[in-house]
């Protein structure tokens, strides 16, 4: 069963696993992958001056990759988001430190997708939070390349804004119904940074409600919850993957 968008339950649930796990410490993002993508083979790396973190997962049927959010405690992975002075890129401007952290990404995950192997494949990007505007942009790029496959979906969890107005009509067109932008309930994170500082969502979106309970929205452009009512609870990974797991329809 699907529901709108690219959204599967089962593929939702998988991408909230990873990107869950990709907070974890390595020896435990290694010992748990084969339990979510089963004999998954992976690339792990650390980008150390922005404490950012890619992770590669493959078998025979799909290419995960899933960016790492925000780590709460760490500075260094903090600048980043503090970096939103806008950019030029693909027709539209684009955050800065989200930009920034995508273009080191590539030299990490673009080798894989090339591969000879990995052409035909399913390719999921996914991502909470800032992962999740990296995975954002990830999926444009990707419609830029030809050497990877088109088969490809795009699952983000609290992603913040990542583009101008110009940028995300741009992505509605390119991305389409293979872009499923995921908020829970009031997440205080999906508002930022402000329409005032020139930033948009695409409109389409899905949202899990205060008991979890998806259903398809569509956001007026720069539109978004009060921030009196806004929660940053609502933000917290775990969050996304209790409600991911209530609708995977197993």
Known sequence: MAM???YDGLEAEVCAELSDLVYELPYRIRSRIGGIVEGALIVLRTIPHRNF????AANDDAV???FRGTVFKSLRSWQANLAFARKIWMNGKVHGGFLGLLNRANTVYKPILARRDNREKRIYFTGHSQGGAVAFLAAMDN???LGTSRDWVNYTFGQPRTGNKQFCRISETRLGERCS????????VVGVPFV???YDHIRDFLHYD?????SRRRQNAGAGWPLVTASVKDHDMANYLKSAKKNSWR
């Open 64 to 66: 995960y990759v899933v």
């Open 181 to 188: 932008r995921i908020a829970n309930s009031r997440d205080l």
């Open 210 to 214: 205060g008991s979890g309970t998806i």
């Open 143 to 145: 419609t830029r390349s």
């Open 196 to 198: 005032w500082q020139g």
């Open 4 to 6: 709108g968008l690219s």
């Open 53 to 56: 973190r890619i992770l590669v």
